[in-house]
């Protein structure tokens, strides 16, 4: 298992969309899926691999209700869409989680890379579309 052999230091260039809110966002999230790898990988005990998966899960929410605001403020056409996006993959984590909680699964590296894909394409995807809106409207 080699998911923490390279630990960048900030968010990849390919990931910003140029708003620095969001961009900090999105490097915490991914922060806090790499804490949650750590602690798997090296055998942290269940409070903690938990308390990191709870923190992660917390953080996910946290991030699409701030997106969601910035996106109603700016009228962006594609909200509904974007939000019915985040809203899939908050119940897919919080179930996760609860499930993580009450012993039906263990955090696994597998799930935890399939998180960790889904925010990456996310950003890459819907996320840089609405970048590319708000950078025209001079939103930085
Ligand atoms: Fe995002
Ligand atoms: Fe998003």
């Keep these: 298992m080699n ?10 260039e390919k990931l910003k969309i ?9 490097w915490i999230l991914l922060s806090l899926v790499r804490e949650v ?6 055998g942290h ?3 903690v691999t938990h308390k990191a998966l709870d923190t992660l899960v917390a953080y996910v929410r946290v991030h699409f209700n701030r997106e ?10 594609d909200l509904a869409a974007h939000k019915a996006a985040h809203d899939s ?3 897919q984590t919080m179930e996760y989680f609860v499930d993580v909680q009450g012993g039906v699964t ?7 890379a399939y998180l960790k894909k889904w925010i990456v ?6 996320d840089q579309e609405y970048g590319e809106y708000l950078r025209e409207r001079g939103v930085r």
């Design 106 to 112: 263990d955090v696994s590296q597998d799930m935890l």
């Design 37 to 42: 790898q750590e602690a798997v990988a090296h």
């Design 68 to 77: 969601e605001r910035i996106l109603r403020h700016h009228q962006f056409p």
């Design 121 to 126: 394409e996310h950003i890459m995807g819907m």
């Design 89 to 91: 993959f908050a119940r």
């Design 45 to 47: 005990g269940k409070e």
């Design 3 to 12: 998911c923490c052999t390279e630990t960048p230091t900030e968010l990849p």
């Design 18 to 26: 140029g708003i620095r809110g969001v961009d900090d966002d999105h």
